[in-house]
């Protein structure tokens, strides 16, 4: 199947810094990319859907100011958490749709995120 | 997208088959059946997913009954590396589409 790479796979920051998140597709061009947040011992949610060339579609409750994502090209989505606190310590998990294809999703292998 | 109802946990020895159930009985026509799984720690990998007909590939098999209403996942002989969080997802078959988790069932393969 197709490959979706995370970037970095695991980051420590400290308290009120930014923090940038890349998801590449290696293999395919990915129209929509979508950002995931887990919790330990819950489920993915779904934070935004990123669309190349456009602004993201936030899920309600998350703060577009806080997470900033860009989606610059086919290949490449970031996030980027602004002015980070502990709560926003989580596992973030990126998954990327094959263009013109069905909605079998690739998934990133996540990104550990700690505030201290 | 139609919801999903999926038991808790399940346990299975290493070597029998593990089926795993999933009602969607408000499933509509164009709504396909995902299923995905995430083992500790790592993103959500893509099972199988079908519309109406059983679909088997490397990984599983998809019995999905002739109402639709639920399905079946079947890995025929399961490994201690098959201990995840299976999810069940009904959604409409079109690119740019998200899927939505539910809780899932977090299958425990045994020696």
């Known amino acids: 199947g197709a490959v979706v790479s995370q970037h970095p796979s695991w980051v420590i920051c400290k308290s009120g810094t930014s923090v940038k998140i890349e998801c590449r597709s290696l293999d395919f061009q990915a129209t929509t990319m979508f950002w995931y947040r887990q919790f330990p011992k819950q489920s993915l949610m779904l934070m935004a859907t990123s669309n190349e060339g456009s602004k993201a579609t936030y899920e309600q409750g998350v703060e577009k100011d806080k997470f900033l994502i860009n989606h610059a090209s086919l290949t490449l989505s970031t996030l980027t958490v602004t002015s980070a606190h502990p709560e926003d310590s989580s596992f973030y998990i990126c998954s990327a749709s094959v263009r013109g294809g069905n909605t079998e999703a690739f998934f990133g292998q996540g990104t550990r995120l700690t505030v201290v | 997208d139609a919801k999903t109802t999926q038991p808790t946990s399940m346990d299975c020895a290493e070597g029998r088959a593990a089926n795993l159930p999933c009602n969607h009985s408000t499933i509509s026509g164009n709504e396909y059946v995902y299923w995905y799984r995430q083992i500790h720690s790592q993103g959500p990998q893509y099972i199988i997913h079908g519309l109406k007909n059983n679909e088997t590939n490397e990984m599983a098999s998809l019995i999905i009954t002739e109402d639709r209403k639920s399905s079946t996942l079947i890995l025929p002989h399961a490994t201690l590396r098959d201990t995840a969080v299976y999810y069940c997802?009904?959604?409409?078959?079109?690119?740019?589409?998200?899927?939505?988790f539910g809780k899932g069932t977090t299958l425990s393969v045994s020696s």
């Open positions: 997802i009904a959604l409409a078959n079109q690119a740019g589409t998200a899927l939505i």
